[in-house]
């Protein structure tokens, strides 16, 4: 049988679909982690359709672990445990949990308990209302340090939207609401969880992205995971997610671009040393502009060929390397914490 079939299934034998996974990274949040809980189950009370909570430990040191499968005994939480065999990144922990989840739609949080559960069903509402595929979440009233996360965000928000195209006032913000069908298509890498938006616009029309204001707390334990140096990886992500959004499919075109521009440069300078040498009969063997000239024109072949052979890979490879990036130790359900 379906492994997601049987999960979904109920006493009485007929399968209940989930409406919502509720996805949430956490790494050394050993005091938050139950309060989280407590909060997501406080926040969803009301929500009147089937949902489950998946906790990602991505390697904690700390209890944080130990503390999160205390809340397995609550039998009225539906509540999955997924733990990595080491810390992989918040990225990599975001897409175990995606991965996991079984839901109609997916929502995803932060566990240090900045991002307010009450906010998802009011997102989920949304998301349904303004017929979406992700509904972004925008901390308007961000409660975080000004010069050290503020401003590097802002920086950070305007270059990602100006460059991908798809204009959001907040990439950073992990509480978001997802189609399960859409993100299931986009494998996430690296620490471009960030990006993800972008991403998704290369499933679907930037039209179907949306966003809206949710409430920001500050941090109340633990430390930030991230600090001023996180922009310098911002900035190189972005010039990947660059390249993957627009020559993914063709990355020849890429280096063929550049090739070409190094050696139409490489033809003008060759063939004026050409008219130098054997028109005007000057001596250009010891000149720079000669060795110029050459090494631009090696260049546009190496990069002429190195462009055919990333075409031969995209087309060799593509399709074929499903390995998430990730380890899954164990996954922790409450049938085995009553056995």
Known sequence: MDPILEANRTEAGIVEPIELSVVVPIYNEEESVGPLVTRISEAMANFGKSWELILVDDGSTDATLLNARKALSDGGLRLKIVELQRNFGQT????AGIDTATGRLIATLDGDLQNDP??????????????LDLLVGWRKNRQDGLFLRKIPSWCANYLIGKITGVKLHDYGCSLKVYQASIIKQVKLMGEMHRFIPAWVAGV??????GEMPV????????????????TFR?????????FFMRYKARPGHFFGSIGLAAGGLSALILFYLFIDKFVLGNDIGARPMLIV??????????????GILSEMMARLYSGENDTPPYIVRKVFDREEADV
């Not at 990599?92 to 897409?95: G, H, L, P, V, Y």
């Not at 000239?293 to 190195?306: H, K, R």
Request: proline share 3%.
């Open 118 to 131: 009450r906010d998802i069903p009011a997102m989920v509402k949304a998301i349904e209302e303004r017929e």
């Open 215 to 230: 409430t920001h707390h500050a941090r109340q334990h633990g430390t930030s995971k991230y600090g001023i140096s996180r």
């Open 234 to 242: 911002v900035i190189l992500d972005l010039l990947s997610v660059l």
């Open 293 to 306: 000239g050459v090494m631009l024109f090696l260049s546009s072949v190496q990069l002429i060929t190195t």
């Open 92 to 95: 990599a922990a975001m897409q």
């Open 204 to 209: 679907v029309p930037s039209s179907r992205i």
